[in-house]
């Protein structure tokens, strides 16, 4: 269990600092893995974006950088608890 503790923070702190100290080449991807759940959440009726600038993209509010954290913290748990499920030694198989 403390593995996948470990893991998941590895996997969050990553997609943290890409998001933080953007890469050039990986710019577009970057602004997908803020905006597209923003879009999705926004469909939802909540209020994730902060006043928007004319012209421009509206910012995520305070309430959409919490709830993508918390977006981004539940696909990645999900993700390495699907890899330990899947890396578990069966019980019952010998070899």
């Known amino acids: 269990m403390r593995l996948r503790w470990v893991v998941w923070g590895a996997l969050l702190g990553v997609q943290l600092l890409v998001t933080v100290f953007p890469v050039e080449a990986l710019g577009p991807v970057v602004a997908g893995s803020v905006y597209l759940p923003l879009m999705l959440l ?7 974006y902060g006043p928007g600038e004319s012209g421009g993209w ?7 950088w919490l709830l993508l954290a918390l977006f981004w913290g539940l ?6 608890s699907l890899g330990a499920r899947l890396l578990r030694p069966r019980a019952g198989l010998s070899t």
């Open 42 to 48: 926004s469909g939802l009726g909540l209020r994730v």
């Open 58 to 64: 509206a910012p995520p509010s305070l309430e959409g």
């Open 75 to 80: 696909v990645w748990w999900a993700v390495v």
